[in-house]
Nanobody, 121 residues
Framework: QVQLVESGGGLVQAGDSLKLSCVVS????????RGWFRQAPGKEREFVAA????????SYASSVKGRFTIFRDNAKKAVYLQMNSLKPEDTAVYYC??????????????WGQGTQVTVSS
């Protein structure tokens, strides 16, 4: 069974950095787009960033553009989200997804379990 496993979340202060990782286990999604979404308490899940199969295309939500970077290492079956200059409003559960490069959660076929990111002011 193919699964996505996220790691790297935690509690940091505003202005700090974190790097999230998402690894495919039980199979491969090397030829598929991958994305990161987040969901804060009481809010809908929102798009953060996406990357195509070879890393030649990336897209970002306007709220994170210039601060977050998505990249992938297909040899390790991994996608990463480097988050710099974190703000309290970035606090959310971050989810890794596979199967698209779109901005809608419905476009993705496979999801990870999520990792909590908390940014204190």
């Amino acid at each position: 069974q193919v699964q996505l496993v996220e790691s790297g979340g935690g509690l940091v202060q505003a202005g700090d950095s974190l790097k999230l990782s998402c690894v495919v286990s039980g199979g491969t999604f090397s030829s598929y787009g991958r994305g990161w979404f987040r969901q804060a308490p009481g809010k809908e899940r929102e798009f953060v960033a996406a990357i195509n199969w070879d890393g030649g295309y990336t897209s970002y939500a306007s709220s994170v553009k210039g601060r977050f970077t998505i990249f992938r290492d297909n040899a390790k079956k991994a996608v990463y989200l480097q988050m710099n200059s974190l703000k309290p409003e970035d606090t959310a559960v971050y989810y890794c997804a596979a199967g698209s490069t779109g901005g809608s959660a419905r476009q993705y076929d496979l999801w990870g379990q999520g990792t909590q990111v908390t940014v204190s002011s």
